[in-house]
Structures are given as C-alpha cells and as structure tokens.
C-alpha cells in the first residue's frame, strides 16, 4: 500500500511511504493520543481532501508492518492528510479553529487507541 499527502495549509509536510498491508483497512472516528496528558485523551480524526467545498472524508485504520517499528496501526486520510479535534469541541471543521490540527499520517501501537466507525452489517 503506498500512502502519499501533499503538502498544504492542513499539514506543512507532505509524506510519501509505502508500506506491507497485514489486514484490511477500516473507518475510524477517533483515536487516543498520549502527546498532551500521559495516561491519553480521546480525539475525533477525519481524512482531509483537496475538495474546496467538503474537504472532510474517511480516515481508515489499517494495521501494517513498519521496517522500524514491527506491526503498527497505520491511520491515513485524503491527500491533505488527517485533521483532529479534542471529542470535548463541538465546532465545524476548519483549517482557522486553534483546537484543531493536522498531521500527514499516524502511526499507533495499539489497537485500543482506535475507534472505528460502526459498519454497515451484510444483508441477510
């Protein structure tokens, strides 16, 4: 799988990489980071698209290996990358908010630091 963002006003550095599929990739809607507080904090993710008007898509979580790091879960969004904002800020999406940020791609541990979007179940 080959995962590559532009650079842009979302994320200043842009990122190509390539890297071995283990499972199929799934949507995620949030994700825990431990950079602010040590014991973690719960974040809403979205993919971020070169789409003027809806520039919000799908971030997925797929788990890969990592040369450097062994197994991983590989979260990635659109070719502007991922955007994230605390669960605690009911506010739009937008390049202008201070409480939000982007990132090319991240690269998490564990699986409990996931969590997915609810999938549609199969029809009987």
């Not at 599929?21 to 993919?47: C, F, H, M």
């Amino acid at each position: 799988m080959f995962i590559e963002v532009e650079s842009n006003q979302n994320c200043e550095t842009g990122f190509f990489g390539r890297f071995k599929e283990i499972r199929p990739a799934r949507p995620v809607v949030q994700v825990k980071l431990y950079d602010r507080n040590p014991s973690g904090e719960w974040y809403w993710v979205t993919g971020w698209s070169d789409d003027a008007t809806s520039p919000m898509c799908q971030a997925h979580a797929q788990l890969i290996e990592d040369s450097g790091a062994g197994l991983t879960y590989l979260v990635y969004g659109g070719i502007y990358g991922l955007r994230f904002k605390p669960i605690s800020t009911e506010e739009a999406w937008g390049l202008d908010s201070p409480h939000q940020w982007g990132e090319a791609y991240l690269s998490l541990s564990s699986e409990r630091d996931l969590r997915y979007a609810e999938e549609p179940s199969a029809p009987p």
